[in-house]
């Protein structure tokens, strides 16, 4: 009777062995798959769904783990799960992609007429200005504080058109017509603050 | 963008303000209404001198450029 339970054992433990061999090749066929997916997706990833890929790249580095301590069953229960959040990476990654070109078009066309009328609010504001200081008393509506003012604001206008025009010469748009922005919002807040709404 | 603005650059830029002469305006007027001085009335001359000969001589109607 002994005899038997002893040879009932090694079945068993020999059955187990056979069985765990026999995941370890897929197991590291799901693991390579997994690598060389996330790899085809990084670049990308990393640079429009930073957060997303962390997570993913965690599971990836649990996989790897799971695989190095024999756990064949583990990994292949869990690389399933991968894939399809390396397929959900590549998913928004390619679509945050998309949405920034949008973006970047749509920028580089208004660039154009921005480019054109921004530098002409500067100037008319700078020939104001060159007049107002000459003047020995400043018109009705206008203080002296708005005066100094808006010749502090040309010079960080003139500072911040040229950021956004370097910006533009790069090729990035989208901070030129975020700075060009800013400065056609100051400069239409200094000709109003000097008057020069036409009559 | 220039520091020194030209009556040709006023001419040819939209954000230059314009004035209507209504009867009775001078120039010196029109210079005092918008900056405050009435002897400034020769920087509202040279921006218009398309249309000015003599600062003296402007009508009711005339859209002059306001540097």
Known sequence: MKKLSVWLLAMLAALLIAGCAGQKGPAEQAVASAESALASVRDMAQKYAPEQLGAVEAQMQSLKDSMAQGDYKGVLAAAPALTDAIGKLKDAATAKQAEAEAALAKAKDAWGPMSADVPKMVDAIQSRVDILSKSHHLPHGVTKDSLQAAQSGLSSMKSAWSDASSAASSGDYTTAMSKAQAVKDQATQIMQSLGMSSS | ?67
């Open chain 2, 1 to 67: 963008m220039a520091d020194e603005k030209t009556p040709a650059a006023a001419a040819d830029n939209p954000y230059t303000q314009t004035h209507t002469v209504q009867s009775g305006d001078t120039l010196s007027k029109i210079a005092q209404k918008y900056y405050g001085d009435a002897s400034l009335y020769t920087k509202i001359f040279e921006a218009n001198r398309d249309q000015l000969k003599d600062p003296n001589r402007i009508f009711p109607g005339q859209k002059l450029r306001i540097p």
